[in-house]
């Protein structure tokens, strides 16, 4: 419980930090390839780094925002934390950001927080339950692929990479990984599928809230996540409610081997020449 009071008292002054941050301006530049990084995402780290870890300097840290120490490997407790998920809406001021705070201990999250405070969302969950506002949560009861909802673009509904039409419905996403996640938790989706690489930051807090309001998480593979890895990454996600988590796994991984067969094809013929009329 002292864990838990402590995350969530740090993940609302965080956030609260943050959402005033982006009143007073800040400066934003490209990390990597093309990942945004602000000044607020660094104060922000900076903040939790010494909130959590000045009352639990045992702990082990993994956060975006602090160059990873392979230290954290030898500690059974360690924060994981994304100081602002969905930092592309942050910076457009747009609300789809949140600051995620979550406990791994032997590898399983005990707890996480999602503050979301441009929304007015705060997500605790434990292994007893998940809350948004105070207010338990549960995921939909929705068992027919027909008419789910997905956190997504329209265009990933109705692309051609799908060997099956989709009978979904794409509803409005944020930048933040995590709170699309946490929107099935809720019952706002209904699923959620990305093939793509997720770190541990991005989804640690976010999957307990899933998962402790009854919903599934798992890779690409279909794999139940783990925590503190040397590479703290994932493959993929497949979160979604208990009845409609296999069809969108079948879905990813008919969608994955189509995409390798068109490699396959490209390779050995070369991409197809266009037509001049």
Do not use: C
């Not at 409609?244 to 067969?261: G, Q, S, V, W």
Request: no cysteine; proline share 6%.
């Amino acid at each position: 419980m002292a864990d838990l009071l402590l995350a969530e008292s740090a993940a609302r002054e965080a956030a609260d930090h943050a959402l005033w941050l982006s009143t007073r301006g800040f400066e934003t530049w490209a990390k990597g390839a093309s990942d945004p990084v602000t000044t607020a995402d660094l104060e922000v780290d900076a903040l939790l780094r010494e909130r959590l870890l000045g009352a639990r300097p045992g702990y082990g840290w993994l956060s975006e925002e602090t160059a990873d120490s392979l230290a954290r490997l030898e500690a059974r407790a360690l924060w994981v934390v994304d100081p602002i998920d969905g930092t592309r809406d942050y910076a457009r001021g747009r609300d789809g950001w949140a600051v995620s705070v979550a406990l791994a201990v032997d590898g399983e999250v005990v707890l996480g927080v999602l503050a979301a405070p441009a929304l007015g969302h705060v997500y605790v969950a434990t292994r007893d339950g998940a809350t948004l506002n105070g207010a338990p949560i549960r995921v939909s009861g929705r068992e027919d692929e027909s008419g789910m909802r997905l956190p997504v673009d329209p265009q990933f509904v109705a692309a051609r990479l799908w060997e099956r039409p989709w009978p979904a419905e794409a509803v409005p996403k944020p930048n933040s990984m995590a709170l699309r996640i946490a929107m099935v938790a809720s019952g706002a989706a209904d699923g959620l599928v990305d093939a793509r690489m997720t770190n541990e930051w991005d989804v640690a807090a976010a999957s307990l809230v899933l998962e402790a309001a009854g919903g599934r998480i798992t890779d690409r593979e279909g794999a139940p996540f783990a925590f503190n890895k040397p590479e703290p990454e994932m493959l993929g996600i497949v979160a979604a409610t208990p009845a409609l988590h296999a069809p969108l796994l079948d879905r990813l991984t008919e969608a994955r081997a189509a995409l390798k067969r068109m490699e396959v094809r490209i390779e050995r013929d070369g991409p197809a020449e266009r037509q001049e009329g």
